[in-house]
């Protein structure tokens, strides 16, 4: 559960550190620490990928 949205922060940190993860903290409601307990369902993997997509830009792979 949840890979696919820690994959997420993980670009998150990559892309801009903690102020680009804590920001896709608040867009989506769901923090980092549990990503991973949370289901990868079509609707949160929406959200994130708005979210990221909003806060880093073009270079978001849906995943």
């Known amino acids: ?3 696919k949205l820690v994959q997420y922060y993980d670009l998150a940190d990559k892309k801009g550190g903690l102020p ?10 769901i923090p980092s620490n549990n990503a991973q ?7 949160n993997l929406a959200k994130f990928y708005a ?9 978001v792979p849906q995943l």
Request: a negative charge; proline letters at 7%.
């Open 1 to 3: 559960m949840g890979a």
């Open 20 to 29: 680009v993860k804590m920001r896709l903290a608040m867009k989506t409601g």
């Open 37 to 43: 307990v949370e289901p990868d369902s079509p609707e």
């Open 51 to 59: 979210a990221a997509k909003e806060i880093i830009g073009a270079d």
